[in-house]
């Protein structure tokens, strides 16, 4: 599903350049659950960002399904962004203005959903991540656990191929970060495809597969058994 | 989608309660403004439109040159009509109005006597070309008869109630004519008449209405469809000038007639002399429309400046909605659509305000305005083009901001300013330098135009007009028996003085000549003729240069003597005063019996000048004389004291010489005053535009200045921390803005100093741009600037630094 070789992708400032991924080569499969990891500083985010297409690589290939993305126009990668992929964020990156069920449905608004077949979908997703009660509430009124929840929601409500989780749990107790990474498994088990970017030896092992990074390299890879 | 949109827009109102506030009060503020403004010039603009076939209608105007210099004349020589109607085949009617002085006559109907003022002798084809509805009677041959009068359905109710006074009989200063018939006025005709009566009943001798010099005529032309009216106007200045031949050269006078659309008469005539025509003026017009678009990008630019300084509070969301999959666009159109929702919101108001205010503009203006917004479905259509507009003005370029924002870098968390690119702080920093530039503009503007026309109510005019009672003479009786009289009238110990003549100042004056002379040859000069008797100076104040003033001993005074003013010393050559003395005048006398006979004089003195005029017009050369057979009107000088008894006196003196009419009466300096309202209303009407704009700006300063001290929230705290004073922190934090409104100066005054001299021109009389003022703008700029922005930062100041920087 994703095949990136030599990516790199280097920050500029006035003073400093900093080398955020160097030339690096990896290579997802549809249906796999990765985790990420690596000190502070080495690039997992940068990575993961660019997997998303939020941001474009200095230089390498990068194939998604056998296209090469690494030069879409922001237009184009826009499109394919709401069609396939899906994040959640450590600090959750929900919209303070929008209700619960207002902050689901806004993918599907996107895609262009009719109105009726949204209701259900959104509500689907809510019942299956156990918030349908709060579906009326703002963000402020909720409890972290809960606001990683609705996030999580969102990501999967347009049902994406690919799940990009930078630090889901980062933000929340063991027992919340259990359970969000339960719901990411569980994903993962009806054909999703997951990278998590983590910093928790405990959550990595819900993957099937550890990348390991250091200054912008990956350095390893463990199979999980 | 678009519910989608609406409702974060909604919320956003709600949930910043502060910025939307300061946006929506500073939107309908301008846009109030703006919908007073435009209704205001678009009912300046409707003079004359409702006349059928009125495009093809133009009045004849003259630009005449003479010693005097250039002048634009709204009367014409009477033979320029009936040229026009004989030798032009693309002329299909001609009119002519008879040029006479404000005065009104006595009119009589059964019991009913009252004074009606604005009529006039008019061609008989007036109402072909004026094609006004008719309640009675016919407009056809109206005008026919030269014993027939048509009069204006108001004049028709005062005089015979609801009746049909077709065919009776009005008493015009004794003399019978007959109604014909009742005409409706027109609020939206630059001609407002109350009656006409045709030429053929003023007299006029034959060989007068064949004149090519006599401008006395407002002449107008129907042409005949698809007729081409630069041709014809180019042809007849050549009839023009060739008929005009004769006193070219010995007068050196010139015409140059010009052919002026019907539609341009009530705004394009303000400079023109002896015009009668409800006037507007379409400088006026352009600078209250200039002052509406500054109004409205003043309020645009807050806008745009608090959305683009607000903005980091909404980068989250672009990095949620872009992250989830909105390109571009979609936010592009969901934040201008939000400024559109606000701008409605803002229109909704002002569409209200509007109503509120009308009333008001309406009293101030004199007019009746009225806002069709329900039955007319034009101004719909404009307010939502108005709302679109407004939207997009001031919401595309945040939305542009906001739109562009990067995912990965907003959602770090954390932003701080590296997430704005570097040039908003220069757009900001360059709208607020606009925005004072605009007001600063208007300050300076609303002090000039304050202390012209403080100046001109105050000026010395070189004579006094306080407590005089002025009034014209009517009744035979009363005319010849003036002498006795004035002699009754001063026996009250009230009366000071009283003078009989034709010419008192901001009256009616004679434009004539005067002969001089010199080495064989006569001179002709142009000149006013101010018809005094023995009084006139005493009574008016004037005060005398050299020689002396009329007098009774010396009998020759009345028919051999002339006072001249200073500028005629100058103008008719005579170098100083002292040499004026003793030269010999002569001047073609009015008496209609005896057309050559010629009036000649010494002079015997001269006067400082003074102004009779109003301040707008230079001084020109006039000359004072004795002539009895032009005396018209009477001015009587009181003491202060005891002013009501003095009047009561006036009135039984003036019932027992001529009871038959009424009293009409004024007091010079109310007339005085009178001459420059236009000018008072500019004042008020720059004033509160004035205010409006800077109350705008400072609104979204004050918006501005709470985003800086918001932002630098931490900064203070530090300082504060380290051991800054709050007075220091203040300093810190309006310097910034001190140094756009001192920038704002620097571009403002200039232009200021341009625009305000130009305006200064039309007065002839006018103050010095004096430095002052744009130092006093400035100081008043800096002084709103610095009071509003340091109400915030006093309120970072004093905040308590622990607390801010535990928040972060
Ligand atoms: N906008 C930026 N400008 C300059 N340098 C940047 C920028 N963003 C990231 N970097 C640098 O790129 C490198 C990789 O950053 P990245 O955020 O990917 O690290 P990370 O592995 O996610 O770290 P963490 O575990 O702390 O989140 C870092 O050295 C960082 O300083
Ligand atoms: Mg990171």
């Known amino acids: 599903m994703i095949k990136i070789t030599n990516l790199e992708k280097i920050y500029r400032t006035e003073e400093v350049e900093t080398v955020a991924l160097n030339k690096l080569s990896m290579q997802v499969a549809e249906g796999e659950f990765v985790a990420v990891m690596g000190p502070s500083g080495c690039g997992k985010s940068t990575l993961l960002n660019i997997l998303g297409l939020l941001d474009d690589p200095d230089g390498g290939s990068f194939l998604f399904n056998g296209i090469e ?31 619960v069920f207002e902050n689901v449905e806004l993918p599907l608004i996107y895609l262009g959903v009719s109105t009726s077949e949204r209701k259900s979908r959104v509500e689907a997703v809510l019942d299956k991540m156990q918030i349908m009660h709060r579906r009326n509430h703002y963000p402020q009124q909720l409890s972290g656990g809960q606001q990683q929840r609705v996030a999580v929601a969102r990501a999967v409500v347009n049902k994406p191929k690919l799940i990009l989780a930078d630090e889901p749990t980062g933000n929340l ?27 928790s030896e405990h959550d990595a092992r819900y993957s099937h597969r550890i990348i390991r990074m250091l200054d912008g390299q990956t350095v390893l890879e463990n199979l999980m058994v | 989608m678009l519910q989608n949109f609406f409702k974060v827009a909604i919320r956003n109102l709600i949930r910043h309660k502060g910025f939307s506030f300061i946006n929506i009060a500073g939107l309908t503020f301008g846009l109030t403004a703006c919908m007073l403004i435009t209704l205001f010039v678009w009912d300046e603009k409707q003079y004359d439109r409702f006349l059928p076939n009125g495009e093809r209608v133009y009045r004849i105007y003259n630009e005449s040159t003479n010693n005097e210099g250039v002048r634009m004349l709204a009367p014409v020589p009477p033979m320029f009509a009936t040229t026009l109607q004989q030798d032009f085949p693309a002329v299909e009617k001609t009119a002519r109005i008879m040029m006479q002085p404000e005065y009104s006559r006595l009119f009589e109907a059964g019991k009913v006597k009252l004074y009606e003022a604005s ?7 007036y109402f072909d070309i004026f094609q006004l509805p008719f309640k009675y009677g016919s407009r056809k041959d109206a005008l026919d008869d030269p014993a027939s009068i048509v009069i204006s359905e108001e004049m028709s109710r005062r005089f015979f109630g609801n009746d049909n006074p077709v065919g009776k009989s009005l008493l015009m200063e004794k003399q019978p004519f007959f109604v014909k018939g009742v005409f409706y006025k027109h609020p939206k005709f630059h001609l407002q008449f109350n009656y006409l009566v045709p030429m053929a009943a003023a007299g006029i001798p034959a060989d007068r209405i064949q004149s090519w010099r006599w401008q006395q005529f407002y002449s107008y032309v129907k042409v005949k469809k698809g007729a081409d009216v630069q041709k014809l106007e180019a042809e007849f200045k050549k009839t023009v000038a060739q008929k005009t031949e004769t006193f070219r050269k010995e007068d050196r006078m010139t015409f140059n007639p010009f052919f002026q659309r019907l539609e341009d008469i009530h705004l394009y005539s303000a400079d023109f002399k002896y015009d009668m025509s409800v006037r ?29 300084a607000k903005s980091l509070q909404r980068a989250k969301e672009v990095g949620v909605r872009k992250s989830i999959g909105a390109n571009r666009k979609q936010l592009m159109i969901q934040f201008t659509g939000e400024t559109i929702l606000l701008a409605f919101i803002s229109i909704l108001f002002s569409v209200v305000l509007t109503f509120l205010f009308l009333p008001l503009l309406n009293q101030f203006t004199d007019k009746q305005i009225s806002f069709p917004l329900f039955t007319n479905p034009i101004v719909l259509l404009l307010l939502f083009l108005l709302t679109v507009l407004v939207g997009v003005l001031a919401g595309f370029y945040p939305a542009l901001v906001l739109s562009g924002f990067h995912p990965v870098k907003v959602l770090k968390g954390n932003v701080v300013s590296d997430v704005l690119p570097g040039r908003i702080p220069w757009l900001r920093h360059g709208l607020v330098v606009i925005q004072f530039t605009l007001s600063v503009l208007l300050i300076i503007s609303a002090l000039v135009v304050y202390r012209q026309v403080k100046y001109l109510h105050n000026k010395d005019l070189g004579f006094s007009k306080e407590q005089i009672m002025f009034f014209p003479m009517r009744g035979d009786q009363l005319f010849r028996n003036h002498e006795s009289f004035k002699n009754e009238l001063l026996q009250s110990p009230g009366i000071s003085s009283v003078s009989i003549g034709y010419g008192f100042p901001g009256d009616a004056v004679a434009g004539d000549q005067i002969i001089v002379p010199r080495n064989g040859e006569q001179k002709i000069y142009s000149a006013t003729h101010l018809i005094v008797d023995h009084d006139y100076i005493k009574t008016l104040g004037l005060q005398l240069v050299v020689g002396r003033d009329f007098s009774k001993q010396i009998k020759t005074d009345k028919d051999e003597a002339f006072i001249i003013n200073e500028t005629a010393v100058k103008e008719l050559g005579f170098g100083t005063p002292g040499r004026a003395l003793g030269q010999t005048l002569l001047w073609p006398t009015w008496n209609d019996q005896r057309p050559d006979s010629l009036k000649k004089g010494m002079i015997i003195g001269v006067v400082k000048d003074f102004h009779y005029k109003s301040l707008y017009d230079k001084l020109e050369t006039a000359v004072l004389h004795i002539y009895p057979d032009a005396y018209w009107k009477v001015a009587v000088k009181m003491k202060a004291a005891a002013i009501d008894q003095s009047i009561q006196h006036v009135k039984q003196v003036w019932n027992r010489y001529t009871p038959d009419y009424p009293i009409e ?3 010079l300096d109310e007339s005085f005053g009178k001459m420059y309202k236009a000018e008072d209303k500019l004042k008020a009407l720059v004033w509160v535009f004035t205010a409006i704009a800077i109350s705008v700006g400072c609104l979204g300063l004050f918006g501005l200045a709470a985003f800086a001290a918001e932002r630098r929230k931490k900064e203070v705290g530090i300082r504060k921390v380290l051991g800054a004073s709050v007075r220091g922190v203040v300093l810190l934090l309006s310097k910034d803005f001190v140094k756009l409104v001192l920038i704002s100066l620097l571009i403002a005054s200039p232009v200021a100093w341009y625009f305000m001299n130009q305006w200064l021109q039309d007065f002839a009389y006018r103050i010095d741009l004096g430095l002052w003022v744009f130092v006093v703008a400035g100081v008043s700029a800096l002084m709103i600037a610095l009071i509003t922005v340091s109400f915030q930062a006093i309120k970072a100041a004093i905040a308590n630094p622990v607390k801010s920087l535990r928040t972060e």
Not at chain 1, 177 to 197: K, S, Y
Not at chain 2, 285 to 307: Q, R, S, W
């Open chain 1, 173 to 199: 107790d063991s027992s919340n970060g259990n359970e969000v990474m339960q719901l990411l498994t569980d994903l993962n088990e009806q054909g999703t495809t997951i990278v998590m970017v983590t910093h």
């Open chain 2, 119 to 125: 009529g006039f002798y008019v061609d008989s084809t």
């Open chain 2, 280 to 308: 507007g003026n379409i400088t006026y017009v352009k600078a209250l429309t200039i002052i509406a678009v500054f109004i409205l990008l003043i309020a645009c630019f807050n806008f745009i400046n608090l959305a683009t």
């Open chain 1, 69 to 99: 993305v690494s030069r879409f126009n922001e237009r184009k990668r826009a499109d394919l962004r709401k069609r396939n992929i899906g994040f959640v964020f450590q600090s959750f990156n929900l919209i303070d203005e929008l209700t």
């Open chain 2, 665 to 667: 009466y004024n007091f």
